[in-house]
Nanobody, 128 residues
Framework: QLQLVESGGGLVQAGGSLRLSCSAS????????FGWFRQAPGKEREFVAA????????KYTDSVKGRFTISRDNAKSTMYLQMNSLNLEDTAVYFC?????????????????????WGQGTLVTVSS
């Protein structure tokens, strides 16, 4: 089973930047599509961004477009989320997710229930 480990979370001031990383355990990393989801205190988990198998296909939720960039390095079995111009509403636990089907990792609805793998989450706190 694919194991995912996130890193890079922390405390940052509004307007600052962070880069999250998601490392995977399997040699079949390139066969998975990946996504980032987040859950703020008292709120439901929401889709943030997704990247396809080669990295050329991406999808973002509207609130992060132009500020966040998702990417992957298949040679390093690592996926990234570069977050710029962070604001208070970006405070959340960020989860890495993986599935062979891009539709699952990029879904904003019930398809996420079929996600093949989730990371443990990394906390991002944006302060004023």
């Amino acid at each position: 089973q694919l194991q995912l480990v996130e890193s890079g979370g922390g405390l940052v001031q509004a307007g600052g930047s962070l880069r999250l990383s998601c490392s995977a355990s399997r040699r079949t990393f390139s066969s998975y599509a990946f996504g980032w989801f987040r859950q703020a205190p008292g709120k439901e988990r929401e889709f943030v961004a997704a990247v396809g198998w080669s990295g050329s296909t991406t999808k973002y939720t509207d609130s992060v477009k132009g500020r966040f960039t998702i990417s992957r390095d298949n040679a390093k079995s690592t996926m990234y989320l570069q977050m710029n111009s962070l604001n208070l509403e970006d405070t959340a636990v960020y989860f890495c997710a993986a599935d062979h089907d891009f539709r699952v990792v990029s879904d904003t609805g019930s398809l996420v229930r079929h996600m093949e793998a989730w990371g443990q989450g990394t906390l991002v706190t944006v302060s004023s």
